[in-house]
């Protein structure tokens, strides 16, 4: 299996599955997900999808805000393009069978999307 680019994040059937959902969370939604190491897509082994609803819960709780309000979690987005390409790439994902199990919207405040899954079964 080729993992190079996208920064695949991956979970084997004998992780903590608690601390990968953490993980997830942080290496996926930390800097709005806007760093070179900010992973975009996790691999999953066959057996543990449970980690699917953990990180649906813990994506549940993530506050979106202004990032200088110490509550937040998430803030904008760098320019309005960059929600052009998710809303693209989101589009593209759910036209070749993916659902969106969380988020996937553009909010009303300028250059602020919803923290998004999406899910997409291949088995490899």
Same mark, same amino acid.
């Given at each position: 299996?080729?993992?190079?680019?996208?920064?695949?994040?991956?979970?084997?059937?004998?992780?903590?599955?608690?601390s990968?959902?953490?993980?997830?969370?942080?290496?996926?939604?930390?800097?709005?997900?806007?760093?070179?190491?900010?992973?975009?897509?996790?691999?999953?082994?066959?057996?543990?999808?449970?980690?699917?609803?953990?990180?649906? *819960?813990?994506? !549940?709780? $993530?506050?979106? #805000?202004?990032? %200088?309000?110490?509550?937040?979690?998430?803030g +904008?987005?760098?320019?309005?393009?960059?929600?052009?390409?998710?809303?693209?790439?989101?589009?593209?994902s759910?036209? *070749?069978?993916? !659902?969106? $199990?969380?988020? #996937?919207?553009? %909010?009303?405040?300028?250059?602020?999307?919803? +923290?998004?899954?999406?899910?997409?079964?291949?088995?490899?």
């Amino acid at each position: 299996m080729e993992l190079g680019g996208k920064s695949p994040l991956v979970i084997f059937d004998d992780a903590d599955i608690e601390s990968a959902a953490n993980g997830i969370i942080a290496g996926n939604f930390g800097a709005s997900g806007q760093s070179c190491v900010a992973g975009s897509r996790v691999i999953v082994q066959k057996h543990i999808f449970k980690v699917k609803r953990l990180i649906k *819960q813990k994506s !549940e709780n $993530i506050i979106v #805000g202004n990032p %200088l309000d110490p509550k937040t979690n998430l803030g +904008p987005l760098c320019t309005s393009k960059q929600i052009e390409i998710i809303e693209n790439t989101i589009n593209k994902s759910v036209s *070749q069978g993916a !659902e969106i $199990i969380f988020g #996937g919207k553009k %909010l009303k405040r300028r250059n602020y999307f919803e +923290p998004t899954l999406i899910y997409c079964l291949t088995e490899i």
